[in-house]
C-alpha cells in the first residue's frame, strides 16, 4: 500500500490522504485527529467538512496502522482511489464515489422515514382519525421509523457512549428510544393497547394515567424531521468537495505526440519532459512547454485572466489547459505531471480549503455540555420523583417528558430551513449558497477584491473605436478591414467582424502568421494587421494606437497602398451595471479592489470607468491568494469575486468567495456564493441575503435553546406530561420554520 502514497502529485513523500466515513460533527474530526497524532512520529490534520486527513508519517510506517487506528476509534477509512483510473485521465464509468453512495442512502432513509410518519403523526393530533386499534397501526408504521430511520443516530450514539462523548446524536437517540420505549409499554402493558383508546390532544398539565398514553409520533417525527436536517447538511457539505475533481479535470485528456516524425494519440500520463506534442486550434494544451514550430493565438483567460488571446510563436512559453485559438503549433513539454502550473494551482486550492477556518455550528458546540447536562437532569428527575414517593409510573412519565422536550428537533431544524429558504429566494435572484459556513463570514466582510475579466468586464473581444487617418472615411475603412478579417477565426478578428454586418466580399486572402492577413477588397488589396506591415503611419494614426496601447487595449492597423489608412480598437467592455454594482458594495460598508492578471492599463481603465480607486495588475494565480491573505493580516475581512480558474485559489482563501457563474466549473466550486447573473449587482444582493439569513439561522438557535431552557425546569417538576411535551417540541419546530419562511419576502 505504501507505494500508492505518492499517486498524488498533490501529496510530498511521507504523505497520505486518507477518506474518512461515518463523521458526523466536528468532534468526531477532533477525535480521529487526536488518535492520529498519538502515534509516532505521525502528523495528522482531519478536516471535517471534506472527511479527509491528511496525515504525514514516517516512511517504514504499515499503512495499515493508520486505518486501523482510525476504525478503532469508531470510523472508517481507505486509501482514495488513484487520481487516474483509466487511459485518458477519467475515472472508471461505473465506480461509485463513496459520499454519493452515502449521500442517495440517506435520501432514501428519510423518504421512507417521511411517508412512514406523516399518518402517525396526523392520527396522534387530529382525534377524528383514531380509529379503532389505531394505536396498533400506529405502531407498525413508527416502529421501521424509530429503529431503522434513526439507525444513524443510534450507530453513532453507541459510538459516542464507547469512547466517553455525548453528541446531539447522543439526545436523539435516546428521546427517541425513550419515546418509542414507552409506548411499548404503555401498549403491551398499561391500558394504551385497549380497544376504543383515544389519545385527545389537550393543553393540560393534568397527568393522569400515563401507561394510557403513547409517544409514537414524538419517536417518528423528531427522527423525520432530523434526517431531513442532516440530509441538506450533508448535500451541501458534498458539493463543496467538488473544486479539485473539476480543476484536475480541466487538463486535456491525451496528446499527439511526435515520435519519428510520426503523430501517436497517447494519454497525457504518459508525456515525458522533452516529449514534442502538435496543439490545432480548438485544442487545449496538453501540459506546459515551449513552442519549437508554428505561430497562434492562445486563449488563456481561463487559467491566467488574460481577456486578450497571447501570440506566440517558437521560443515563446504556454501553459496546459490553455486553449489554441488560431493556427498549429508544436509545442516541447517542458513540465508534466504534478509540476504543471495547473497542478500547482490544485493544490493551492486544496490548501486553501483545508486551512480554511471552520465555523462549527452554535447547536454542535452547545451539545458538549447541554446533552450530558439533559441526561444528568433526566435520571434526577426519576430518582427524586421516586424519593419523594411517587410512583414508578409518575417518576417515569416526569423523566421521559424532560427527554422529550429537550429532543433537539429545533436545533436541529435551525440552520437547515433558514438555509432551505434562504438558498431557494437567491436562486430566484440568480445567487446560490453554499452551505452554513458560507454566511459567518457576510456579516464580518469589510472588503471586496474585484476580478476584471469576465467579473467587472464581460471577458469577450469587442470594437470599442474607429479611427481614420487624414481625409479616410470611417464606414469605408471598417468595411474593408472586416472582409478581411472575415476569413480569420483570431478573436480580434471577429470582434472587428461582428461589429460590421455589412461589408464587402474579399479574395486572395493571405495570412500573414503572427502580423495580420492580407485581401483584395473593392479592387484594392487591403492589408489589416500591426503597424509594422505599413511603410508610411500618419502621426495621426500613431498617436491613436500610442493612446490605446496606454488603456490596455489592441489596436488593428489597416490600410492599402503601403499606407496606413485608419486604426480599430478593439477591447474587453464593462459590463452593464458594473458601475451600479460598485456603488452598492460601498453602501454595503464595503471596499473595493480591482485585482487582475492583465496589465497595469487595462485594468487602469477599467477601474477609472467604474469608480474603483485601488488597482493592483499583472498578478499571476498565486499572487491574487498572496493579495487576499496580506489584506487578511492587515485585519480585514475579505470577499473575493472572480470567474476563472486563476480566480479559484483566491476565491478559496478568502474569508467568502464569490464565483460568478458565467464562469468555469473550478470558480464555481472552490465559491462559498454562485452569482448565477451575469450582472455584478448579484453580488451586493448576494452579501445582503446571506447576511440576513445568517440573522434567520442566529434568531432560530437561540428560541431553539430558549424553548429548551424554559421547558425542561417545568417537565422535570411534573407540570408537562410526555404528550404536552411532545406538542410543546412540535410547537417550537413550527415556529423556527415560520420564522425561516420569512426570507421568502427578500427584495
Given at each position: 500500500?505504501?507505494?500508492?502514497?505518492?499517486?498524488?502529485?498533490?501529496?510530498?513523500?511521507?504523505?497520505?490522504?486518507?477518506?474518512?466515513?461515518?463523521?458526523?460533527?466536528?468532534s468526531c474530526a477532533n477525535r480521529i485527529e487526536r488518535k492520529l497524532n498519538k502515534l509516532d512520529?505521525?502528523?495528522?490534520?482531519?478536516?471535517?467538512?471534506?472527511?479527509?486527513?491528511?496525515?504525514?508519517?514516517?516512511?517504514?510506517?504499515?499503512?495499515?496502522?493508520?486505518?486501523?487506528?482510525?476504525?478503532?476509534?469508531?470510523?472508517?477509512?481507505?486509501?482514495?482511489?488513484?487520481?487516474?483510473?483509466?487511459?485518458?485521465?477519467?475515472?472508471?464509468?461505473?465506480?461509485?464515489?463513496?459520499?454519493?453512495?452515502?449521500?442517495?442512502?440517506?435520501?432514501?432513509?428519510?423518504?421512507?422515514?417521511?411517508?412512514?410518519?406523516?399518518?402517525?403523526?396526523?392520527?396522534?393530533?387530529?382525534?377524528?382519525?383514531?380509529?379503532?386499534?389505531?394505536?396498533?397501526?400506529?405502531?407498525?408504521?413508527?416502529?421501521?421509523?424509530?429503529?431503522?430511520?434513526?439507525?444513524?443516530?443510534?450507530?453513532?450514539?453507541?459510538?459516542?457512549?464507547?469512547?466517553?462523548?455525548?453528541?446531539?446524536?447522543?439526545?436523539?437517540?435516546?428521546?427517541?428510544?425513550?419515546?418509542?420505549?414507552?409506548?411499548?409499554?404503555?401498549?403491551?402493558?398499561?391500558?394504551?393497547?385497549?380497544?376504543?383508546?383515544?389519545?385527545?390532544?389537550?393543553?393540560?398539565?393534568?397527568?393522569?394515567?400515563?401507561?394510557?398514553?403513547?409517544?409514537?409520533?414524538?419517536?417518528?417525527?423528531?427522527?423525520?424531521?432530523?434526517?431531513?436536517?442532516?440530509?441538506?447538511?450533508?448535500?451541501?457539505?458534498?458539493?463543496?468537495?467538488?473544486?479539485?475533481?473539476?480543476?484536475?479535470?480541466?487538463?486535456?485528456?491525451?496528446?499527439?505526440?511526435?515520435?519519428?516524425?510520426?503523430?501517436?494519440?497517447?494519454?497525457?500520463?504518459?508525456?515525458?519532459?522533452?516529449?514534442?506534442?502538435?496543439?490545432?486550434?480548438?485544442?487545449?494544451?496538453?501540459?506546459?512547454?515551449?513552442?519549437?514550430?508554428?505561430?497562434?493565438?492562445?486563449?488563456?483567460?481561463?487559467?491566467?485572466?488574460?481577456?486578450?488571446?497571447?501570440?506566440?510563436?517558437?521560443?515563446?512559453?504556454?501553459?496546459?489547459?490553455?486553449?489554441?485559438?488560431?493556427?498549429?503549433?508544436?509545442?516541447?513539454?517542458?513540465?508534466?505531471?504534478?509540476?504543471?502550473?495547473?497542478?500547482?494551482?490544485?493544490?493551492?486550492?486544496?490548501?486553501?480549503?483545508?486551512?480554511?477556518?471552520?465555523?462549527?455550528?452554535?447547536?454542535?458546540?452547545?451539545?458538549?455540555?447541554?446533552?450530558?447536562?439533559?441526561?444528568?437532569?433526566?435520571?434526577?428527575?426519576?430518582?427524586?420523583?421516586?424519593?419523594?414517593?411517587?410512583?414508578?409510573?409518575?417518576?417515569?412519565?416526569?423523566?421521559?417528558?424532560?427527554?422529550?422536550?429537550?429532543?433537539?428537533?429545533?436545533?436541529?431544524?435551525?440552520?437547515?430551513?433558514?438555509?432551505?429558504?434562504?438558498?431557494?429566494?437567491?436562486?430566484?435572484?440568480?445567487?446560490?449558497?453554499?452551505?452554513?459556513?458560507?454566511?459567518?463570514?457576510?456579516?464580518?466582510?469589510?472588503?471586496?477584491?474585484?476580478?476584471?475579466?469576465?467579473?467587472?468586464?464581460?471577458?469577450?473581444?469587442?470594437?470599442?473605436?474607429?479611427?481614420?487617418?487624414?481625409?479616410?472615411?470611417?464606414?469605408?475603412?471598417?468595411?474593408?478591414?472586416?472582409?478581411?478579417?472575415?476569413?480569420?477565426?483570431?478573436?480580434?478578428?471577429?470582434?472587428v467582424v461582428e461589429a460590421t454586418p455589412e461589408r464587402p466580399v474579399a479574395a486572395g486572402l493571405?495570412?500573414?502568421?503572427?502580423?495580420?492577413?492580407?485581401?483584395?477588397?473593392?479592387?484594392?488589396?487591403?492589408?489589416?494587421?500591426?503597424?509594422?506591415?505599413?511603410?508610411?503611419?500618419?502621426?495621426?494614426?500613431?498617436?491613436?494606437?500610442?493612446?490605446?496601447?496606454?488603456?490596455?487595449?489592441?489596436?488593428?492597423?489597416?490600410?492599402?497602398?503601403?499606407?496606413?489608412?485608419?486604426?480599430?480598437?478593439?477591447?474587453?467592455?464593462?459590463?452593464?451595471?458594473?458601475?451600479?454594482?460598485?456603488?452598492?458594495?460601498?453602501?454595503?460598508?464595503?471596499?473595493?479592489?480591482?485585482?487582475?492578471?492583465?496589465?497595469?492599463?487595462?485594468?487602469?481603465?477599467?477601474?477609472?470607468?467604474?469608480?474603483?480607486?485601488?488597482?493592483?495588475?499583472?498578478?499571476?494565480?498565486?499572487?491574487?491568494?498572496?493579495?487576499?491573505?496580506?489584506?487578511?493580516?492587515?485585519?480585514?475581512?475579505?470577499?473575493?469575486?472572480?470567474?476563472?480558474?486563476?480566480?479559484?485559489?483566491?476565491?478559496?482563501?478568502?474569508?467568502?468567495?464569490?464565483?460568478?457563474?458565467?464562469?468555469?466549473?473550478?470558480?464555481?466550486?472552490?465559491?462559498?456564493?454562485?452569482?448565477?447573473?451575469?450582472?455584478?449587482?448579484?453580488?451586493?444582493?448576494?452579501?445582503?441575503?446571506?447576511?440576513?439569513?445568517?440573522?434567520?439561522?442566529?434568531?432560530?438557535?437561540?428560541?431553539?435553546?430558549?424553548?429548551?431552557?424554559?421547558?425542561?425546569?417545568?417537565?422535570?417538576?411534573?407540570?408537562?406530561?410526555?404528550?404536552?411535551?411532545?406538542?410543546?417540541?412540535?410547537?417550537?419546530?413550527?415556529?423556527?420554520?415560520?420564522?425561516?419562511?420569512?426570507?421568502?419576502?427578500?427584495?
Amino acid at each position: 500500500m505504501s507505494t500508492e502514497t505518492h499517486a498524488d502529485p498533490r501529496l510530498a513523500p511521507g504523505e497520505v490522504e486518507l477518506d474518512i466515513s461515518g463523521m458526523t460533527c466536528a468532534s468526531c474530526a477532533n477525535r480521529i485527529e487526536r488518535k492520529l497524532n498519538k502515534l509516532d512520529g505521525v502528523e495528522a490534520t482531519v478536516n471535517y467538512a471534506t472527511e479527509k486527513a491528511r496525515v504525514r508519517h514516517p516512511a517504514d510506517l504499515d499503512l495499515d496502522v493508520l486505518l486501523s487506528t482510525v476504525e478503532a476509534a469508531g470510523y472508517g477509512a481507505a486509501l482514495p482511489a488513484p487520481p487516474q483510473a483509466q487511459p485518458g485521465g477519467t475515472s472508471g464509468e461505473g465506480t461509485v464515489d463513496r459520499r454519493d453512495l452515502e449521500l442517495e442512502q440517506l435520501r432514501q432513509r428519510l423518504v421512507v422515514s417521511a411517508l412512514l410518519s406523516v399518518p402517525v403523526i396526523l392520527m396522534a393530533m387530529l382525534p377524528p382519525l383514531q380509529f379503532t386499534h389505531w394505536q396498533w397501526a400506529s405502531l407498525t408504521l413508527a416502529a421501521p421509523v424509530a429503529v431503522w430511520g434513526a439507525w444513524p443516530f443510534h450507530r453513532a450514539a453507541w459510538a459516542n457512549l464507547r469512547h466517553g462523548a455525548a453528541t446531539m446524536d447522543t439526545l436523539v437517540s435516546v428521546g427517541v428510544l425513550a419515546a418509542f420505549g414507552w409506548s411499548l409499554y404503555a401498549l403491551f402493558l398499561g391500558s394504551a393497547g385497549d380497544p376504543g383508546m383515544r389519545h385527545p390532544f389537550e393543553l393540560t398539565i393534568a397527568r393522569g394515567d400515563a401507561t394510557m398514553n403513547i409517544y409514537l409520533e414524538v419517536a417518528a417525527g423528531v427522527t423525520t424531521f432530523l434526517l431531513a436536517g442532516r440530509w441538506f447538511e450533508k448535500r451541501a457539505k458534498r458539493q463543496s468537495g467538488a473544486a479539485l475533481r473539476a480543476l484536475l479535470e480541466l487538463g486535456a485528456k491525451d496528446a499527439g505526440v511526435l515520435r519519428d516524425g510520426v503523430e501517436h494519440r497517447v494519454p497525457v500520463e504518459e508525456l515525458r519532459v522533452g516529449d514534442e506534442f502538435v496543439v490545432r486550434p480548438g485544442e487545449k494544451l496538453a501540459t506546459d512547454g515551449v513552442v519549437v514550430d508554428g505561430t497562434s493565438a492562445i486563449d488563456t483567460s481561463t487559467v491566467t485572466g488574460e481577456s486578450v488571446p497571447r501570440e506566440v510563436g517558437p521560443g515563446d512559453t504556454v501553459i496546459g489547459a490553455c486553449v489554441n485559438a488560431h493556427g498549429q503549433i508544436v509545442v516541447r513539454a517542458t513540465r508534466v505531471g504534478g509540476d504543471t502550473q495547473l497542478a500547482q494551482m490544485a493544490r493551492l486550492v486544496e490548501e486553501a480549503q483545508s486551512g480554511k477556518a471552520e465555523v462549527q455550528r452554535l447547536a454542535d458546540r452547545v451539545s458538549g455540555i447541554f446533552v450530558p447536562a439533559v441526561l444528568l437532569l433526566a435520571a434526577g428527575t426519576l430518582g427524586w420523583w421516586l424519593g419523594t414517593g411517587a410512583s414508578a409510573t409518575a417518576a417515569f412519565t416526569a423523566a421521559v417528558a424532560v427527554l422529550i422536550v429537550a429532543c433537539p428537533c429545533a436545533l436541529g431544524l435551525a440552520t437547515p430551513t433558514a438555509l432551505l429558504v434562504g438558498t431557494g429566494r437567491g436562486a430566484q435572484m440568480g445567487i446560490l449558497i453554499k452551505g452554513p459556513e458560507t454566511l459567518e463570514s457576510t456579516r464580518r466582510v469589510d472588503t471586496v477584491v474585484l476580478d476584471k475579466t469576465g467579473t467587472v468586464t464581460t471577458g469577450v473581444m469587442a470594437l470599442v473605436d474607429v479611427v481614420a487617418g487624414p481625409g479616410e472615411d470611417v464606414t469605408r475603412l471598417q468595411s474593408r478591414a472586416a472582409a478581411v478579417e472575415a476569413g480569420s477565426g483570431h478573436p480580434i478578428a471577429r470582434a472587428v467582424v461582428e461589429a460590421t454586418p455589412e461589408r464587402p466580399v474579399a479574395a486572395g486572402l493571405t495570412d500573414l502568421p503572427g502580423l495580420g492577413a492580407r485581401g483584395l477588397v473593392d479592387g484594392v488589396e487591403v492589408t489589416v494587421g500591426r503597424a509594422s506591415l505599413f511603410e508610411t503611419v500618419p502621426a495621426e494614426l500613431d498617436v491613436a494606437i500610442t493612446a490605446a496601447q496606454d488603456q490596455g487595449r489592441t489596436a488593428v492597423v489597416a490600410g492599402w497602398d503601403g499606407v496606413a489608412r485608419g486604426v480599430l480598437v478593439v477591447s474587453d467592455t464593462v459590463k452593464p451595471g458594473a458601475v451600479e454594482a460598485v456603488r452598492a458594495l460601498r453602501a454595503l460598508g464595503l471596499r473595493p479592489l480591482l485585482v487582475t492578471g492583465d496589465n497595469e492599463g487595462a485594468a487602469r481603465a477599467v477601474a477609472a470607468e467604474v469608480g474603483i480607486e485601488e488597482v493592483i495588475a499583472g498578478v499571476l494565480p498565486a499572487g491574487k491568494v498572496d493579495v487576499v491573505q496580506q489584506l487578511r493580516a492587515e485585519g480585514r475581512v475579505v470577499a473575493m469575486v472572480g470567474d476563472g480558474v486563476n480566480d479559484a485559489p483566491a476565491l478559496a482563501v478568502a474569508d467568502l468567495g464569490l464565483a460568478m457563474g458565467a464562469g468555469t466549473d473550478v470558480a464555481i466550486e472552490a465559491s462559498d456564493l454562485t452569482l448565477v447573473r451575469e450582472d455584478l449587482m448579484a453580488a451586493a444582493d448576494a452579501v445582503r441575503l446571506s447576511r440576513r439569513t445568517l440573522a434567520t439561522i442566529k434568531g432560530n438557535l437561540f428560541w431553539a435553546f430558549a424553548y429548551n431552557v424554559a421547558a425542561l425546569p417545568l417537565a422535570a417538576a411534573g407540570l408537562l406530561n410526555p404528550m404536552l411535551a411532545g406538542a410543546a417540541m412540535a410547537f417550537s419546530s413550527v415556529f423556527v420554520v415560520s420564522n425561516s419562511l420569512r426570507l421568502r419576502r427578500f427584495r
